[in-house]
Nanobody, 122 residues
């Protein structure tokens, strides 16, 4: 089993910056990708950014230019650097880990953290 833990959320003023962290722990697993999602009140969970162990990244259009995802797969850790924050960025941010577990290397599963709350005040 893979455990996922996020940290770094909090209260920040509009225009400010915040850095979120996520770490995956466990045994006999191989992480293929790590991603950030967010969910605001009354809205569906949405993708924020994706990082893969191969080094690629992707962003939702609304986050491009403001958010940066980076990962260290030797440590199974990923970060989300957020800048120029807006009130509409207020949400619970969740870390998703896609990983395979020994011996079922052909099967990838998703693991979720509990989330960390980000509030942006105007």
């Amino acid at each position: 089993q893979v455990q996922v833990l996020e940290s770094g959320g909090g209260l920040v003023q509009a225009g400010g910056s915040l850095r979120l962290s996520c770490a995956a722990t466990g045994s006999r697993f191989s992480v293929k990708a790590m991603a950030w999602y967010r969910q605001a009140p009354g809205k569906q969970r949405e993708l924020v950014a994706v990082s893969t162990s191969g080094g690629s990244t992707d962003y939702a259009d609304s986050m491009k230019g403001r958010f940066t995802i980076s990962g260290d797969y030797a440590k199974n850790t990923v970060w989300l650097q957020m800048s120029s924050l807006k009130p509409e960025d207020t949400a619970i941010y969740y870390c998703n880990v896609r990983a395979a577990n020994y011996p079922n290397w052909w099967e990838e599963n998703d693991y979720w953290g509990r989330g960390t709350e980000v509030t942006v005040s105007s």
